[in-house]
């Protein structure tokens, strides 16, 4: 038992990847038809939560109880950023949706650090910030996505979405980021102790920042894919993919406490999660019950991290 536990605690993929399975199978046994196409359907949709739970990650380990709870409002703004801008140049408006959410995270990160408000609180405060300007910029701005921009998004190569090859590109970089460079080995030495990584000479405050402008700009990636894929933006956009992306970042690995992360893990999170959604739209259960299961999903995961961040105190 304990050489499995070991084993599982090594490699934070095997749990979404085992919950991939079941529910692939539930969702199998509810439509009576078993078909390959719901994988590739699912890995398509699952981009957006995946984008999200990859940057939830990496400002979870940072430490000090650090969350995001922003991110949904963030997704939002650039939608319709990114939509607006397109009208005259897709690239540009791309890069213009990057670009404010990482305002957005330097904003969140700089009140985090600097006025030592705990990140939680931050984020809430300045998720209203930002829900503020939607409502500015939905009046004036475009809510229509780019034609070019969202034929890109719906194009495949070699059958795979081409939203799904550049998630897994951003998961590759993420991936080579967090534990092959300086940086990610600083971030989690920032993670495990803050006051012990500001001893050994390491910028924590620096480092903690550069977690949450990381985080912004997949929030501004997800938005301008979200806002072509979804046929324009509209202000509850970043809503459905919030609390998925939560339960993707701590199912595939995440420590609450901080210092521990998994790229890997969190990303088969995501498609795990969009799963348990095509699961519950194929039970037909209504979206209050669906949105109740998700939320009582979160809350088993976040005790259980909460748990384990107590054990390794």
């Not at 701590?250 to 521990?260: L, S």
Request: charged content about 10%; overall charge positive.
């Amino acid at each position: 038992m304990n050489k499995i536990k070991e084993i599982t605690q090594k490699n934070a993929f095997i749990w979404p990847i085992l919950g991939c399975i079941v529910l692939y199978i539930a969702i199998t046994i509810v439509t009576g038809s078993f078909s390959l196409a719901v994988i590739s359907s699912c890995a398509k949709l699952c981009v957006f939560a995946m984008l999200l739970a990859l940057g939830q990650m990496i400002v979870v380990t940072s430490g000090d109880g650090a969350i995001d709870l922003s991110q949904k409002y963030i997704l939002t703004l650039t939608a319709y950023v990114s939509c607006t801008v397109m009208e005259k140049n897709i690239v540009l408006g791309l890069i213009a949706a990057i670009a404010v959410g990482v305002v957005c995270g330097l904003i969140s990160s700089v009140i985090n650090v600097y006025l030592r408000v705990p990140a939680m609180i931050t984020t809430l405060a300045t998720g209203y910030l930002f829900y503020t300007v939607i409502l500015l910029v939905s009046s004036r701005g475009s809510s229509i996505p780019a034609g070019g921009f969202v034929k890109f998004v719906n194009a495949s190569v070699l059958g795979i979405n081409m939203m799904t090859l550049l998630c897994i590109l951003v998961a590759v970089l993420l991936w080579f980021v967090l534990y092959r460079t300086k940086y990610g080995h600083q971030l989690h030495a920032v993670g495990q102790k803050r006051e012990a990584a500001r001893l050994a000479g390491i910028n924590v405050n620096k480092t903690v920042i550069m977690a949450f402008l990381i985080n912004g700009a997949l929030c501004g990636l997800a938005g301008a894919l979200c806002g072509a894929y979804c046929g324009g933006a509209n202000q509850d956009l970043g809503t459905t993919y919030f609390l998925p992306s939560v339960a993707a970042a701590f199912v595939g690995g995440t420590n609450a406490a901080g210092g521990k992360s998994s790229v890997v893990g969190v990303s088969i999170g995501a498609l795990m999660m969009t799963f348990m959604s095509t699961f519950l739209n194929a039970a037909k259960l209504d979206i209050g019950v669906q949105r109740l299961i998700q939320g009582a999903f979160l809350v088993f995961l976040l005790v259980v991290a909460v748990s384990d961040a107590g054990k390794k105190k």
